[in-house]
C-alpha cells in the first residue's frame, strides 16, 4: 500500500518568507513517481512538479525549489519569498510505476499575509 | 499541454435525483480516466478508474451501483450519481491519461455538486 504524510495542517506566513512543505512517503515499489499539486480557491489542481524515484536531484523553478531525499522517504517543497498569490492548498501525491493511481497526502493550507 | 474539461461545473439538483457529470479529453486520446471525490478541506480520494471499452474498477467503500461510470469513448468518461442525497454532495474532479507519457495525469477543472 501506498501512504503519503503531509503533517502540517497550515502553514501562514508573512509576504516574502520561504515557507517548506514536508512531505514522506511510504511505498513497498521500488520505482513509483512523486508529484507536488496546488490547489488555489478555484479548486482546479495545478500540477508544478513530477520527479521518478531514479532522479534524486534537487530541482528549482523561479522561487519553488523541490527537495528529493529517497533515503527519508520524504520530497519536501520550498517556496522562496513567498507572495500572496502563492495561498493555497499544496498535495504531495505518489503513484507506482505502472498502476498510475495516484495517492494524496492531506494537503497543507498556506497562507501569505501582505 | 493537454486539456481536459467537465461539465458543469456546478450543479444543484433536489435529492433523489439524478445528475450526470461529464468529463472530456479536449486533445488527446485518453486510454484511462479516474474519478476522484473531495469533501471540503480534506483530500482527494480516488472513487474509480475506467478504462476506454471495459467497465470501471471501483475503489473499495465506493457504491459502484451509486456512481455510474460510463468510459464510451477515448475522450469522454461520465459520473452518474443517482438517487443523490445530501452526503453526496462534493466536489469531484476528473483526470485522464493518454498513452503516451502515461504517468501524467491531467485534471479536470471539478465539478461543484449539491444535492439539497
Known amino acids: 500500500a501506498q501512504k503519503v504524510t503531509q503533517a502540517q495542517t497550515e502553514i501562514s506566513v508573512v509576504e516574502k518568507e520561504d515557507v517548506t512543505l514536508d512531505c514522506v512517503y511510504e511505498?513497498?515499489?521500488?520505482?513509483?513517481?512523486l508529484f507536488w499539486y496546488k490547489q488555489p480557491p478555484s479548486g482546479e489542481l495545478v500540477f508544478l512538479i513530477r520527479?521518478?524515484?531514479?532522479?534524486?536531484q534537487n530541482e528549482i523553478s523561479g522561487r519553488y525549489s523541490w527537495n528529493f531525499q529517497k533515503s527519508t522517504s520524504s520530497f519536501n517543497f520550498t517556496i522562496t519569498a513567498s507572495q500572496v498569490v502563492d495561498s493555497a492548498v499544496y498535495f504531495c501525491?505518489?503513484?507506482?510505476?505502472?498502476?498510475?493511481?495516484?495517492?494524496f497526502g492531506a494537503g497543507t493550507t498556506v497562507t501569505v499575509r501582505a | 499541454g493537454a486539456v481536459v474539461s467537465q461539465h458543469p461545473s456546478w450543479v444543484i439538483c433536489k435529492s433523489g435525483t439524478s445528475v450526470k457529470i461529464e468529463c472530456r479529453s479536449l486533445?488527446?486520446?485518453?486510454?484511462?480516466m479516474f474519478w476522484y471525490r473531495q469533501f471540503p478541506k480534506q483530500s482527494l480520494m480516488l472513487m474509480a478508474t475506467?478504462?476506454?471499452?471495459?467497465?470501471?474498477?471501483?475503489e473499495q467503500g465506493v457504491e459502484k451501483d451509486k456512481f455510474l461510470i460510463n468510459h464510451a469513448s477515448l475522450t469522454l468518461s461520465t459520473l452518474t450519481v443517482t438517487s443523490a442525497h445530501p452526503e453526496d454532495s462534493s466536489f469531484y474532479i476528473c483526470?485522464?491519461?493518454?498513452?503516451?507519457?502515461?504517468?501524467?495525469?491531467?485534471f479536470g477543472p471539478g465539478t461543484r455538486l449539491t444535492v439539497t
Open positions: 501525491a505518489l503513484t507506482g510505476w505502472d498502476d498510475y493511481k495516484l495517492s
Open positions: 486533445d488527446f486520446q485518453a486510454t484511462t
Open positions: 475506467s478504462n476506454e471499452g471495459s467497465k470501471a474498477t471501483y
Open positions: 511505498t513497498r515499489d521500488t520505482t513509483y513517481y
Open positions: 520527479r521518478n524515484s531514479f532522479d534524486e
Open positions: 483526470s485522464a491519461r493518454g498513452r503516451d507519457r502515461a504517468y501524467e495525469q491531467y
